[in-house]
Structure formats: structure tokens, C-alpha cells
């Protein structure tokens, strides 16, 4: 084997060296075999390091020391190391290519490696999800997921906004369904016995659904918080919207009404996808070519419109005088469906709304009875191709309405006594949202199933990796 001098070029990156602006003299990448393809004097080896979607053409002649002994064997997968010249290409397809002067082979991949150069199914990745990044397709996506990671941040911090870390183990069920993951170290007859005295917490323990109740507590000290943190629901749902782990962004705003949490969740929907498409163009090109030809159209429309706001009784009436066939009627006093939601973004409005102003029952305790009575102070913002991608609302400040709503929802308050003392202590009106993260990268990809944007999905009977 070939080994590269100490005083080697430092390692650069595929994405910079493919948008070099001349020839140099020496480079490093470090990366992974695509392809490999043999003349009779050279061949060339196409390196993809992930920091792009396109790889990087290596030339190695057949005068490298190594050339018979291990270039000609190395194969789809495997883990080289390069040293050479970057110059001009003489063939089409990219700029620059990289005459190779050292090639390192830090580990060869076996014959049956399973990304070969050909389609494979979405279900066939899932079964690999060890290796479906280096494809393509989940190079981007995961490519994507970052960058929209950061941009989050960058939106909330922007805006003086607090990172809060709220608990991803808790004795609180914040949506009130009982759809949770139990932690537990009781076994045997304690268990069977329900011996909740007995187990680590001394009291039954989840994994959260929402940070939501935490974050509102500092949102009551510190005026704006956000979290983005993993949550949890034990929902034994099979579609492509749900999963059982994801990520949820949850801003909270003390002194803040409806009006402010509408303008907050649309703002950061413009805001995420407008650095989207600043900074992920490659990317997002590929999704418009392979997944979704409408993407670029749908993404730019919701940078450049306004959104549409409508009532939920309003929406009820859009609905049911559509003419539209839909699979579960729509009743006022019932959830909307992903069908209802769609309907009104692609086809009524043709564009993002947010819907709000809920019936009361069928809103979590903790939103804000409007003087109606008979509504809360809710809101969902709903996408085109996707539906619900943001819930929210005012929180309910009042102390003897939050009783009451405990009372109704048949919740403990001395289970929630700690939420419940905000309001006899300065209480303030305040509201927030939680965006699904998962969802918001599904939207700005084009990719239509939630267990193709998280890296390790985790979904009814499936754990692995």
C-alpha cells in the first residue's frame, strides 16, 4: 500500500473542490467509491465525501505503485484516501477532476454491497438504514435536515429567544390522550401489581410528547423561549404523517395573544424555506427532478405569498359546501382530516392557511376559552402536499378556567400542580406552537413518507438499528 507524505495537503472537501475557481496544484479528499470504471492506461474513480450530491472524478494512472494490487480491485463502497492535482477536466459532466498522484484504500467493500448503481424501493433503504446515506437520495435529504436544524436556530435566536432543554422523561401527559411510552424498572409482581411506589420515580414516568408545559414555565421568567428536542407518542398509527419518535420545535411567548402566535408560526415557515432555497439548491434540484416536479414551484409560492386565515367554522363551511367527495364527512365539532386540509390548501385556497378558532372539545386543556364559549383560542397553519404542519394556541392564563378545563378533561390537578401555580403567580397571557420537524422537511424535500427524513425511523413494530 501507498502511503501519502507528512507534510500532505490538508483534506478538502468534494462540494469546494468541484466549485474551485482554477487548477491547484495539490489537494486531499477522503470518501467513499461510487464507481470505478478501467481503461487500458488509467481508470477513473468517480469519490462522493457526502458534503455534496455530486462525487468528484479521480484519474489513477497505471503507474501508481498500487494501481494492479489494489486500484483496479477496489469497488463500489469502499474508503479511499486521494492525493493529486486538481485540474481541468478533459471530459464533460463537471469543471475540474483530480489527477491522483497517491490513492489510499482504508477499506475495501465486499461484492454484496447493496448500493449498487440502479433503483432501489424506499422500503428496500428502510431495511439498510445503516447505509442508505451514502445513496443519493438520503445524502440530500440528511443534507437538508441540517442545514433546516440550524435554521431554526438562527430564526429563533435572531429574534432574542431563549433555547430551553425541557425534560424528555415526565410525569405529565401534556396532550391529555394517554398515547405514551412508560419508562419503568419495576419487573415481576411489582409491575404486574403496578407498584408505582416502588419504581425508580416513586410515580409512573413517560417519555414526553411535548416540552410544551415545561417551556411555558420559562417563557413566565424569560418572556421568549423556544425547545427543539425529541418527542414521544405510543400511537399505533401506520401512515406515512405519524411516527413514534420525533422532533418537535416548541416556541412559547409570554404576553403574547393568537394574532402573535399566527405571525410567528408564518414567519418561521417563510423564514425556513427561503434558506432552504438559498443554500440547499443542489439539493433541492435533485428533489425536483427524481421526487417531486412541483417542488420548486410550491416552495417559492409560500416564500412569496401571504397566507390565507380562515375559521375553523368557516373552514367547515368551505368544506362542506366544496362538492367534494371525502372519505370521512366533515361535521362541525369533529377534527379535520389530512384530506380536509389538503383540500383547502391545494385546491380552495391554493395556498398555506391557518385555521383557527377550535370547538373547545376537541382542544387539549391548556388552550384559551374564547368569549364565546364555545371556541379556543387555537390555530393550525396547513402546507400543501402535507397538511398540518404547525399546532398552537393561546394559553388559558386564567386560574379558575384552568381548573376547570383539568375538571372536564377528567386530569388531576394535583398531577399538574406546578402548571397550575403560573397562574397564581404573575400570570401573564402567553401562547405557542409546536412545528413537527420531521413534517417541515417532508414539505421543503417533496419526500412523501416521515420515515424517509428521520435518519433511524421508529414506528409501530419497528426498532431496528
Same mark, same amino acid.
Given at each position: 500500500?501507498?502511503?501519502?507524505?507528512?507534510?500532505?495537503?490538508?483534506?478538502?472537501?468534494?462540494?469546494?473542490?468541484?466549485?474551485?475557481?482554477?487548477?491547484?496544484?495539490?489537494?486531499?479528499?477522503?470518501?467513499?467509491?461510487?464507481?470505478?470504471?478501467?481503461?487500458?492506461?488509467?481508470?477513473?474513480?468517480?469519490?462522493?465525501?457526502?458534503?455534496?450530491?455530486?462525487?468528484?472524478?479521480?484519474?489513477?494512472?497505471?503507474?501508481?505503485?498500487?494501481?494492479?494490487?489494489?486500484?483496479?480491485?477496489?469497488?463500489?463502497?469502499?474508503?479511499?484516501?486521494?492525493?493529486?492535482?486538481?485540474?481541468?477536466?478533459?471530459?464533460?459532466?463537471?469543471?475540474?477532476?483530480?489527477?491522483?498522484?497517491?490513492?489510499?484504500?482504508?477499506?475495501?467493500?465486499?461484492?454484496?454491497?447493496?448500493?449498487?448503481?440502479?433503483?432501489?424501493?424506499?422500503?428496500?433503504?428502510?431495511?439498510?438504514?445503516?447505509?442508505?446515506?451514502?445513496?443519493?437520495?438520503?445524502?440530500?435529504?440528511?443534507?437538508?435536515?441540517?442545514?433546516?436544524?440550524?435554521?431554526?436556530?438562527?430564526?429563533?435566536?435572531?429574534?432574542?429567544?431563549?433555547?430551553?432543554?425541557?425534560?424528555?422523561?415526565?410525569?405529565?401527559?401534556?396532550?391529555?390522550?394517554?398515547?405514551?411510552?412508560?419508562?419503568?424498572?419495576?419487573?415481576?409482581?411489582?409491575?404486574?401489581?403496578?407498584?408505582?411506589?416502588?419504581?425508580?420515580?416513586?410515580?409512573?414516568?413517560?417519555?414526553?410528547?411535548?416540552?410544551?408545559?415545561?417551556?411555558?414555565?420559562?417563557?413566565?421568567?424569560?418572556?421568549?423561549?423556544?425547545?427543539?428536542?425529541?418527542?414521544?407518542?405510543?400511537?399505533?398509527?401506520?401512515?406515512?404523517?405519524?411516527?413514534?419518535?420525533?422532533?418537535?420545535?416548541?416556541?412559547?411567548?409570554?404576553?403574547?395573544?393568537?394574532?402573535?402566535? =399566527? !405571525? /410567528?408560526?408564518?414567519?418561521? $415557515?417563510?423564514?425556513? +424555506?427561503?434558506?432552504?432555497?438559498?443554500?440547499?439548491?443542489? @439539493? *433541492?434540484?435533485?428533489?425536483?427532478?427524481?421526487?417531486?416536479?412541483?417542488?420548486?414551484?410550491?416552495?417559492?409560492?409560500?416564500?412569496?405569498?401571504?397566507?390565507?386565515?380562515?375559521?375553523?367554522?368557516?373552514?367547515?363551511?368551505?368544506?362542506?359546501?366544496?362538492?367534494?367527495?371525502?372519505?370521512?364527512?366533515?361535521?362541525?365539532?369533529?377534527?379535520?382530516?389530512?384530506?380536509?386540509?389538503?383540500?383547502?390548501?391545494?385546491?380552495?385556497?391554493?395556498?398555506?392557511?391557518?385555521?383557527?378558532?377550535?370547538?373547545?372539545?376537541?382542544?387539549?386543556?391548556?388552550?384559551?376559552?374564547?368569549?364565546?364559549?364555545?371556541?379556543?383560542?387555537? =390555530? !393550525? /397553519?396547513?402546507?400543501?402536499? $402535507?397538511?398540518?404542519? +404547525?399546532?398552537?394556541?393561546?394559553?388559558?392564563?386564567?386560574? @379558575? *378556567?384552568?381548573?376547570?378545563?383539568?375538571?372536564?378533561?377528567?386530569?388531576?390537578?394535583?398531577?399538574?400542580?406546578?402548571?397550575?401555580?403560573?397562574?397564581?403567580?404573575?400570570?401573564?397571557?402567553?401562547?405557542?406552537?409546536?412545528?413537527?420537524?420531521?413534517?417541515?422537511?417532508?414539505?421543503?424535500?417533496?419526500?412523501?413518507?416521515?420515515?424517509?427524513?428521520?435518519?433511524?425511523?421508529?414506528?409501530?413494530?419497528?426498532?431496528?438499528?
Amino acid at each position: 500500500m501507498s502511503h501519502s507524505s507528512p507534510d500532505r495537503p490538508e483534506r478538502s472537501l468534494v462540494k469546494s473542490l468541484l466549485a474551485a475557481d482554477g487548477p491547484r496544484e495539490e489537494v486531499r479528499i477522503q470518501g467513499w467509491v461510487r464507481t470505478r470504471r478501467d481503461s487500458k492506461a488509467f481508470s477513473f474513480v468517480e469519490v462522493n465525501d457526502g458534503s455534496c450530491l455530486k462525487g468528484i472524478q479521480v484519474i489513477a494512472d497505471a503507474d501508481l505503485a498500487n494501481y494492479e494490487s489494489e486500484i483496479v480491485h477496489i469497488r463500489t463502497g469502499a474508503s479511499v484516501e486521494i492525493v493529486g492535482a486538481l485540474v481541468e477536466s478533459q471530459g464533460g459532466g463537471q469543471a475540474f477532476e483530480i489527477q491522483a498522484r497517491d490513492v489510499i484504500v482504508h477499506g475495501n467493500a465486499d461484492e454484496d454491497f447493496p448500493l449498487q448503481k440502479k433503483g432501489h424501493t424506499m422500503e428496500f433503504l428502510r431495511s439498510i438504514a445503516h447505509l442508505r446515506p451514502r445513496s443519493n437520495l438520503f445524502g440530500a435529504v440528511f443534507r437538508v435536515r441540517s442545514r433546516l436544524a440550524y435554521a431554526i436556530h438562527r430564526f429563533f435566536q435572531e429574534r432574542d429567544f431563549v433555547y430551553v432543554h425541557t425534560p424528555i422523561i415526565t410525569a405529565s401527559d401534556c396532550e391529555g390522550a394517554g398515547e405514551m411510552f412508560r419508562v419503568t424498572t419495576l419487573k415481576g409482581e411489582d409491575f404486574a401489581a403496578g407498584n408505582d411506589a416502588k419504581d425508580f420515580f416513586d410515580k409512573r414516568a413517560y417519555l414526553t410528547v411535548s416540552g410544551q408545559l415545561e417551556g411555558e414555565t420559562f417563557a413566565c421568567a424569560l418572556s421568549n423561549i423556544y425547545t427543539f428536542g425529541p418527542t414521544f407518542r405510543a400511537e399505533n398509527s401506520h401512515t406515512s404523517r405519524h411516527a413514534s419518535e420525533f422532533w418537535m420545535i416548541e416556541p412559547e411567548m409570554a404576553f403574547c395573544d393568537l394574532g402573535g402566535d =399566527m !405571525d /410567528l408560526a408564518e414567519a418561521m $415557515i417563510k423564514f425556513l +424555506v427561503e434558506d432552504a432555497l438559498e443554500n440547499c439548491a443542489g @439539493d *433541492l434540484d435533485f428533489f425536483g427532478k427524481f421526487i417531486d416536479r412541483g417542488l420548486h414551484e410550491r416552495l417559492e409560492f409560500v416564500r412569496d405569498r401571504a397566507f390565507e386565515r380562515v375559521s375553523y367554522t368557516e373552514a367547515v363551511e368551505i368544506l362542506q359546501s366544496s362538492g367534494e367527495k371525502f372519505e370521512y364527512p366533515v361535521e362541525y365539532g369533529h377534527n379535520l382530516q389530512s384530506e380536509h386540509e389538503r383540500f383547502l390548501t391545494e385546491k380552495h385556497f391554493k395556498c398555506p392557511v391557518t385555521v383557527y378558532n377550535y370547538p373547545r372539545e376537541i382542544k387539549p386543556f391548556y388552550m384559551r376559552l374564547n368569549d364565546d364559549q364555545k371556541t379556543v383560542a387555537a =390555530m !393550525d /397553519l396547513l402546507v400543501p402536499g $402535507i397538511g398540518e404542519i +404547525v399546532g398552537g394556541s393561546q394559553r388559558e392564563e386564567r386560574l @379558575d *378556567l384552568l381548573q376547570s378545563n383539568l375538571e372536564s378533561h377528567g386530569l388531576s390537578e394535583e398531577d399538574y400542580w406546578w402548571y397550575v401555580d403560573l397562574r397564581r403567580y404573575g400570570t401573564v397571557p402567553h401562547a405557542g406552537f409546536g412545528l413537527g420537524f420531521e413534517r417541515m422537511l417532508m414539505f421543503v424535500t417533496g419526500v412523501a413518507n416521515i420515515r424517509d427524513v428521520i435518519p433511524f425511523p421508529r414506528v409501530p413494530g419497528w426498532a431496528e438499528f
